[in-house]
Nanobody, 117 residues
Framework: QVQLVESGGGLVEPGGTLRLSCVAS????????MAWYRQAPGKQRELVAI???????NYADSVKGRFTISRDNAKNTIFLQMNSLKREDTAVYYC???????????WGQGTQVTVSS
């Protein structure tokens, strides 16, 4: 059973930083495409950043230059470094894995990020 567990969310002031982590278990982590999504109240879930098995990355335009996704295959973990946070970054952030061996997607339970003064 694949499990994804996020951590690192919280309350931060505008301009601040947070680092999210997602630990995966029950899967050959290095073979999975991993991503971060977010969902703000009243809005659809949106892709924030994605990282391939060869660590190629892509970002939503709204976070380019501020957020960085990375992976540590030895620790079965991905990270999302979020700098220069804005109020509009407030959302529940979800870890996502596409397990290539099974062709199935998996989601974490989400972690709340609130940007407010």
């Amino acid at each position: 059973q694949v499990q994804l567990v996020e951590s690192g969310g919280g309350l931060v002031e505008p301009g601040g930083t947070l680092r999210l982590s997602c630990v995966a278990s029950g899967t050959v982590f290095s073979g999975n495409v991993m991503a971060w999504y977010r969902q703000a109240p009243g809005k659809q879930r949106e892709l924030v950043a994605i990282i391939t098995t060869s660590s190629v990355t892509n970002y939503a335009d709204s976070v380019k230059g501020r957020f960085t996704i990375s992976r540590d295959n030895a620790k079965n973990t991905i990270f999302l470094q979020m700098n220069s946070l804005k109020r509009e970054d407030t959302a529940v952030y979800y870890c996502y894995a596409f397990v290539t061996s099974s062709g199935r997607p998996y989601w974490g339970q989400g972690t709340q990020v609130t940007v407010s003064s």
